[in-house]
């Protein structure tokens, strides 16, 4: 018999993706312009023209035979320097490029740091709502995900509740700021609270990871701050992606960054580079390791997805809905307009709205709308959004 938890993986596919699978279809039977996808989180907008352009000088310049070689197992010596270069640019945190490890996009960042960490049976606590990914990454690492759940309403971290969750098998912190469903920013004060306990736990004799899992760093809107996880907690590493910030998801680029202060932090950095190896990463896309040496620091034009939160929150708040403030990444979180979500959801679809129920992301009673959308699809869906609040006024 092959791997049962392997087939059921593969044979059942996310809420996520079943929405987007029946979008595809409604769209063929009465027309794109008549659906409203709001299910998934691909970039809508286009990598900044600086990206085509140095593809095409690496391209048309560089020596095909190192453009399309094998790097190092843990990236080019020079793209490593690039980015910790970077990282101390930003933050200040003394990085250097063998701390630094260049991965395919954030997902391989997470499995390969949760395979580095964790030994069998080890507890990760994550705040829900949370990436669904993350319980299937924590167990092929062996681990068991425990989700606490935020602060109501606002959905910030609830420290009380996490030092509650805290046992003597908890290995890991996985936080996700800005976070994907809810758009929400950690506050500085939570993180600081965070870090308070992590430290208490570690002054006690048990070291705790925070594993900051950041495709969204640079989506924040109106000046909020995202705070560096390695100013204030030496047991910290990033996990980092360049699929949203630069509109690349599909090319599959990213880095784990190893705090240089944390403790035993060259075993830690072995064991990313083990865990890699023996995931089959082999190495990240040489191409765009090189494309991210030359373009770091930009980012795709996030002003279109402020607009889009801005018009949504006026419009959906103005018809009566509730949402979570988002300051940031592209997705909003809006009560439930009944107490089942699914049952939301599924209303929705009489709409040709199709938006994602958050009990896949271990919270009840809230819908995800991710507005990485074109702004004119977004203007259209409005009346749409009103008729399904107005048809539980009935
Ligand atoms: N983590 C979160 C919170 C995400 O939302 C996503 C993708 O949507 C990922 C990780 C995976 O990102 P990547 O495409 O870089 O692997």
Same mark, same amino acid.
């Not at 977004?378 to 009935?394: D, M, Q, T, V």
């Given at each position: 018999?092959?791997?049962?938890?392997?087939?059921?993986?593969?044979?059942?596919?996310?809420?996520?993706?079943?929405?987007?699978?029946?979008?595809?279809?409604?769209?063929?039977?009465?027309?794109?312009?008549?659906?409203?996808?709001?299910?998934?989180?691909?970039?809508?907008?286009?990598?900044?023209?600086?990206?085509?352009?140095?593809?095409? &000088?690496?391209?048309?310049?560089?020596?095909?035979?190192?453009?399309?070689?094998?790097?190092?197992?843990?990236?080019?010596?020079?793209?490593?320097?690039?980015?910790?270069?970077?990282?101390?640019?930003?933050?200040?945190?003394?990085?250097?490029?063998?701390?630094?490890?260049?991965?395919?996009?954030? %997902?391989?960042?997470?499995?390969?740091?949760?395979?580095?960490?964790?030994?069998?049976?080890?507890?990760?606590?994550?705040?829900?709502?949370?990436?669904?990914?993350?319980?299937?990454?924590?167990?092929?690492?062996?681990?068991?995900?425990?989700?606490?759940?935020?602060?109501?309403?606002?959905?910030?971290?609830?420290?009380?509740?996490?030092?509650?969750?805290?046992?003597?098998?908890?290995?890991?912190?996985?936080?996700?700021?800005?976070?994907?469903?809810?758009?929400?920013?950690?506050?500085?004060?939570?993180?600081?609270?965070?870090?308070?306990?992590?430290?208490?736990?570690?002054?006690?004799?048990?070291?705790? /990871?925070?594993?900051?899992?950041?495709?969204?760093?640079?989506?924040?809107?109106?000046?909020?701050?995202?705070?560096?996880?390695?100013? /204030?907690?030496?047991?910290?590493?990033?996990?980092?992606?360049?699929?949203?910030?630069?509109?690349?998801?599909?090319?599959?680029?990213?880095?784990? %960054?190893?705090?240089?202060?944390?403790?035993?932090? %060259?075993?830690?950095?072995?064991?990313?580079?083990?865990?890699?190896?023996?995931?089959?990463?082999?190495? %990240?896309?040489?191409?765009?390791?090189?494309?991210?040496?030359?373009?770091?620091?930009?980012?795709? &034009?996030?002003?279109?997805?402020?607009?889009?939160?801005?018009?949504?929150?006026?419009?959906?708040?103005?018809?009566?809905?509730?949402?979570?403030?988002?300051?940031?990444?592209?997705?909003?979180?809006?009560?439930?307009?009944?107490?089942?979500?699914?049952?939301?959801?599924?209303?929705?679809?009489? /709409?040709?709205?199709?938006?994602?129920?958050?009990?896949?992301?271990?919270?009840?009673?809230?819908?995800?709308?991710?507005?990485?959308?074109?702004?004119?699809?977004?203007?259209?869906?409005?009346?749409?959004?009103?008729?399904?609040?107005?048809?539980?006024?009935?």
């Amino acid at each position: 018999m092959i791997n049962q938890t392997s087939v059921q993986l593969g044979s059942v596919r996310s809420v996520i993706r079943e929405l987007f699978e029946y979008g595809k279809k409604r769209k063929a039977q009465i027309g794109e312009d008549k659906v409203f996808d709001f299910s998934l989180g691909n970039p809508s907008v286009a990598p900044p023209q600086i990206v085509e352009d140095t593809l095409i &000088d690496i391209l048309t310049n560089g020596d095909p035979v190192e453009v399309h070689g094998y790097t190092s197992a843990q990236g080019d010596a020079s793209v490593r320097k690039a980015v910790a270069d970077y990282i101390n640019s930003q933050f200040a945190v003394g990085i250097g490029a063998d701390n630094i490890y260049m991965t395919c996009g954030a %997902a391989a960042s997470l499995c390969i740091t949760l395979n580095a960490l964790l030994n069998e049976g080890d507890e990760v606590i994550t705040i829900a709502p949370y990436f669904p990914e993350y319980k299937v990454f924590t167990e092929h690492a062996r681990g068991k995900l425990v989700p606490v759940l935020g602060e109501e309403g606002t959905f910030q971290p609830d420290i009380e509740a996490i030092k509650a969750a805290i046992t003597p098998n908890t290995k890991a912190i996985l936080i996700n700021s800005p976070n994907n469903p809810s758009g929400v920013v950690y506050t500085e004060q939570a993180i600081t609270e965070l870090c308070k306990v992590l430290q208490e736990c570690k002054e006690n004799g048990q070291t705790i /990871y925070l594993i900051s899992d950041e495709p969204y760093r640079e989506l924040v809107f109106g000046g909020v701050k995202v705070p560096y996880i390695m100013n /204030y907690y030496r047991d910290s590493i990033v996990c980092y992606s360049y699929s949203k910030s630069l509109s690349l998801p599909g090319e599959r680029i990213g880095y784990i %960054a190893v705090n240089p202060a944390m403790e035993g932090a %060259a075993e830690v950095y072995a064991a990313v580079c083990g865990a890699g190896r023996a995931l089959g990463y082999v190495c %990240a896309p040489a191409l765009f390791q090189k494309l991210i040496a030359r373009v770091i620091g930009t980012t795709s &034009d996030i002003s279109v997805y402020k607009n889009n939160r801005d018009v949504l929150v006026q419009a959906l708040e103005s018809y009566g809905y509730e949402v979570v403030r988002p300051d940031g990444a592209f997705y909003l979180f809006v009560k439930s307009l009944e107490p089942d979500s699914d049952a939301f959801a599924e209303r929705a679809k009489d /709409y040709e709205l199709l938006i994602v129920s958050a009990k896949s992301f271990g919270v009840e009673g809230y819908v995800r709308i991710s507005y990485c959308v074109s702004p004119d699809m977004l203007a259209r869906s409005l009346p749409a959004f009103r008729a399904l609040a107005e048809s539980y006024k009935k």
